[in-house]
């Protein structure tokens, strides 16, 4: 996730509530293997305009969840291997499917 333009380029700022709150939006519904929510994001998650102007670093992660989830079913053991913000809401959450 990032906004580039709502970047704090000294790097000393906390990460603001519409980054944490669209982050912990996905982080639980990919824990909870809730596709058909997620494939929602555009109605459902919390500020996801301003997490994602434009949507080409997110839709690769649909990809790779229907990837891990062939058959229809949401895949088991999602971990966050990297985690963290810089520049206050530019976030380097990787996702592992298990």
């Not at 996730?1 to 000393?12: I, Y």
């Not at 998650?45 to 434009?54: D, E, M, S």
């Not at 088991?76 to 996702?95: H, K, M, N, Q």
């Amino acid at each position: 996730m990032h906004n580039l333009g709502a970047l704090d380029w000294s790097d000393r700022a906390a990460p603001p509530a519409w980054a944490t709150d669209f982050e912990g939006w996905l982080r639980d519904g990919l824990r909870r293997g809730a596709v058909e929510e997620l494939l929602a994001a555009r109605e459902r998650a919390p500020a996801l305009r301003r997490a994602h102007p434009t949507a080409e670093h997110l839709l690769p992660l649909f990809v790779a969840l229907g990837a891990a989830s062939p058959s229809g079913t949401p895949p088991d053991g999602v971990t966050f291997p990297i985690e963290g913000f810089e520049y206050g809401s530019l976030s380097r959450l990787a996702v592992r499917f298990g």
